[in-house]
Nanobody, 114 residues
Framework: VQLQASGGGVVQAGGSLRLSCAAS????????MGWYRQALGKTREFVAS???????FYANSVKGRFAISKAHAESTVYLQMSSLKPEDTAVYYC?????????WGQGTQVTVSS
């Protein structure tokens, strides 16, 4: 499985961005698709996830501002980010968990200027 993330960029505080992550290759049953982020000098942290059944989870720091969703084919996951803050600046990575495997995308940079 290959994951291709896109949609990052530079935005002013209060602005919005939409990240996309498309899975390709031999895709079996996907249990969970999610987003993580890693700011400079910090460890990677959980942002949001969506299960195969559509259940969503969010980190407290993004709850109410970010929304995760997936395409009907369930091989693409989105992260709609609104009311962005400078502390949201990080490299965002998409993640896919199958029964026996876990995959990571290459990361997309999000920079929020104050």
């Amino acid at each position: 499985v290959q994951l291709q993330a896109s949609g990052g960029g530079v935005v002013q505080a209060g602005g919005s961005l939409r990240l996309s992550c498309a899975a390709s290759g031999t895709i079996g049953t996907i249990n969970t698709m999610g987003w993580y982020r890693q700011a400079l000098g910090k460890t990677r942290e959980f942002v949001a996830s969506i299960s195969g059944g559509g259940t969503t989870f969010y980190a407290n720091s993004v709850k109410g501002r970010f929304a995760i969703s997936k395409a009907h084919a369930e091989s693409t996951v989105y992260l709609q980010m609104s009311s962005l803050k400078p502390e949201d600046t990080a490299v965002y990575y998409c993640n896919v968990i199958q029964t026996l495997s876990e995959y990571w995308g290459q990361g997309t940079q999000v920079t929020v200027s104050s």
